[in-house]
């Protein structure tokens, strides 16, 4: 073939103009790093507003940046105040009983729940850029919290020691949450799934409500075990030694169908969201009465009890940085801290989305980090933006971050002034609230709408539910993550190749299999990689490129209509990324198809496999111009034409 | 913009004659898995040439399959075997010395590295479809699995003990091989990518080299680490107490300059393959003369012993499938399974691509497995094809796998009637041969390679080759592996969307970057994904994108001189795939970009993308046909001829 080089360039010329596939211009490796870096970690660019601004305003944009409350702050009214206080006070009503509910999900004292409904929304509202997010515990993390602590410590035998490990782990949460976001690395929340999320949650809120007929039935021993398997044996074993207390059931059962009608209502109507936010406050207050006036803790139902009035205590000295539970302290923080670092930002970018603002994420990281850090040592568990509580902010009408000021300082106030109130708060009533809360988490329409698009992403979604239904909340989760990031590898590792057809009365090439109507050329393999070439799948890549032509010479050889394959064309827009094994792929590619008499062309290589291409040994072969072309179109005309000029030059 | 919609269609009609997307035919989601399946697992469609065959022509070609000994067996004459007797004298000669030198590496009785180069090839032969191959134990998998199992028992205190878990990491280890080769799941030993194997060779070399130093010096009391800094202090802290021999050493260094000449010799002149091929053995019987003569084992210089005479003793009673050390046997079985299938199915790729035959990598798999498994209860510890003798069979003109069998004849003969000559073999002799064999395993101009082409190959070689040296060989291996996947999954966390522009005179849309002559096109942004969009990455698209669109309009507003940004053109040639994250992400994409009055078009989406494009919910929107093209030259033809349509109309 190369023998005929110059005729053949010769006839290329005359035939037709061809653009050249050029490299991008020379960059040097350190500014090539440089972009690289740049690209990875600051996408957003944050430095941009600052460019060009005198020293002065500088100082003063970056104060507003690190501080995002100096920049509302300065323009703050009394209209926003209204709106803000309309929404603090819902967000407090509920924040509240679900307060002491989720610090019961994670096995703590119940004021700890209110204690973090203080000090993390008071830091929210100075750090963070949502203007919308509800701060709090939440459902989830508190779960979590509670099983992984539990494994090595039992909190009924040892409460001072469990609450340590708490405080320990909110501590290490906040540092994991902030250093993510100061390191830049917040993409690896990304690795959870929409799918992972669903599955999960779905399989959280039935572990959290089947636990939570611990109190709905007043069963005295109970399981501490997350799986569906001990839960259930727990409910039905016990039947045959302690009965059920009826009055507990009654009482449950009969708040539990008021939440969820008043929940239900506040989804149909969006304007009655007052309803369902006033409802919990409202069932823990009747519940209360009904507790107090009926003298029923004497009846088997079980109260909360005396709660210490005053506000959150220091407890610095009880975060522990060594001994034997650091292991288990470090996992849990990483896990609860992960887990809500995810839940808090899904809401604040849902909420911007809708309002039309911009949440920074890594910026959010820190603020939520810091605001762990903060409440680790004052008494306050692992908190983030709550989906339910930042939805009836949103329909409450907040304005800016001060709703959370708002609703801390109601909290204060409860905590100095009105803790005597809960004495007769019976226990059954926070296991209603809880299932109430948990219900929403269960997303039916939208994993049906996975099926229905994409059939993998739903075995990545089953596979988080079932494994936090029957192995363990952890255990499903990493699973999820696990088979998420397998099936990115498989794509990968198998990238698809096809066969390109010309569009009649066009020069565009595309899927044959796809486009019916386009036309293969006789003595042309045109192929199109999807997929980066590189170590993973250069293997894969020469054996079904061997079969494709293998495939297409027995063809010629039963029809005997076609000519002989002469040219494999590879068509590389879509490889984005090549590295060495890819690049000795094309020079065993380039050496076996020789020996076969096939001339390997390849179409469009992108920057950095152009770049590659060329620095390589013998890489000029590759990117020689009668083997490179910048359109499939190109390539096939001067090629076709060149082969009749060169058998007419033999004539 | 949808209120003009039909305006605009007519006028579409009008203008041009534009191209339809059109999805893939369709597929039940049982065929479409199954494809999946098929290309995934069975690449090379290994039932093809069974396709349209007699019963028993099947039965033959299925047996064939099994046995490719049937397929060269009876076509073999005596001009072949005259070749393989020649090449398999050869490696005999080669297999013998190795062995010993090998299983001491291994901290294994040298008797066991000669029954492993008897019972492992003569079942290679029967199995294996490479003619190349020389079977037999390999200097890094006798490292990794001498230094791992002596982690937890010593081969001086407990030798029976040692040799059981050898037996038994022997085992796993073939059995997981030849799990991977019946499974398919092959492509897993793609993940050592090139780079990874450079460097991890290197530093392995540098670790045997120096574990040397031990029988090279003479000293007696040496660390058992593989670490660089204990052998390097073992080799300098011990001189203050013991002399070093120097008879030893004395042998040691002429027979090692010997060795590395004959080397040197081998690879310049190709021919003279035996003088490299032979030296090692010459060098056995040249040292053991001199031992024997100068009764040299009385001053200072250690020998062999006395090895016992007869074949493979059987070794099933010794295979250890429980206990303590469970755990460890099978961790080693699968680094040396997975570390020996790599070389020997690279050696046999290698050879095939030289001699132009084809190898099954599967197959192979299960062929080494089966070797190993058989092996493993025929006292042999873990083999495979290795490379340096593999090279040798190949120069002496070897044509099929019967030269293994004549290696496996002549050990045979050795085994049983030779053994005594060996009993003044010097231990220093066998350190010069390791260190000769090893020395090959340092590939310079490699490593420069890989530095010129990739530098982030580079670095990934180098965390292997350090990795190895200072913290294990297991450790550098895990690093390496590590660094390049995460490289592949950040490829795809951080895909590359780059801006296209029109290439005068012409309807190609490329990279404005790379190509310096391309323009813009007033009022559109076209933008190019180079990677699949999911889960990983719909954030930082959704961020990236916004920062495009929002750098375009602050060029509009400084210029004051291009019109506003009327379209967004995503060109989705590059986008091989689509989960459930990246439908919501066009969604949402597709209201943002609406706010602003900047209407979203999609180019050339393929197969896959297309097909989910239009089953997701409001999907219809997004391909709807006026936001759907082929090509960015049709979109942006019929688009602007739209637009002025539109203008004319309202006139």
New interface residues.
Partial sequence: MSSNFDSRQECLEIAMEV?QV????HMS?FN??KNRFK??FF???PLRQFKGKSTKTKWILGAQYIFPILQWGPNYDLKLLKSDIVSGLTIASLAIPQGISYAKLASLPPIVGLYSSFVPPLIYAVLGSSRDLAVGPVSIASLIMGSMLRQEVSPATDPLLFLQLAFSSTFFAGLFQASLGFLRLG?II???????LIGFMAGAAIIVSLQQLKSLLGITNFTNQMGIVPVLSSVFHRTNEISWSWQTILMGFSFLAFLLLTRHIGIKKPKLFWVSAGAPLVSVILATLVVFASKAQHHGISVIGKLQEGLNPPSWNMLHFHGSHLGLVMKTGLITGIISLTEGIAVGRTFA?LK?YQVD?NKEMIAIGVMNIVGSSTSCYVTTGAFSRSAVNHNAGCKTAASNIIMAVTLMVTLLFLMPLFQYTPNVILGAIIVTAVVGLIDIPAAY??W??????FIVLLCAFLGVLFISVQGGLAIAVGI??FR?????????T?MLGN?PG?D?Y??L????DAVRIPGFLILSI???I???????LK??IT?WTEDYEGEVEKTKKQSGLRFLVIDL?????I???G??FFK?LR??LE?KGIELVLV?P??EV?E?LQ???DGHELAKPDSLF??VGEAVASLSSACKCQSSNYV
């Avoid at 050029?22 to 211009?25: I, K, L, N, Q, S």
């Avoid at 990304?190 to 992972?196: G, I, M, V, Y």
């Avoid at 229905?452 to 992403?457: A, E, L, P, R, S």
């Avoid at 299999?513 to 019916?516: R, V, W």
């Fill in positions: 653009h050029v490299p991008p211009p490796t090539k790093l690209e990875t996408p957003d660019d993409f990304d690795f959870l799934s929409k799918a992972t989305a039309n994420g709408q996975t229905k698009v994409d059939k993998f992403d998420s990031i990115v590898l498989l794509q990968i590792t198998r990238p698809k096809v569009i066009t565009i595309r899927n299999h796809q486009y019916k999807e997929a980066p590189n170590f993973a799948n250069t293997t894969y054996e079904r079969r827009s879509a490889v984005s990324a590295d060495t094994s690049i000795s065993e050496m076996v020996k469009n992108l920057g152009m590659k620095r390589a040994e910048l359109t």
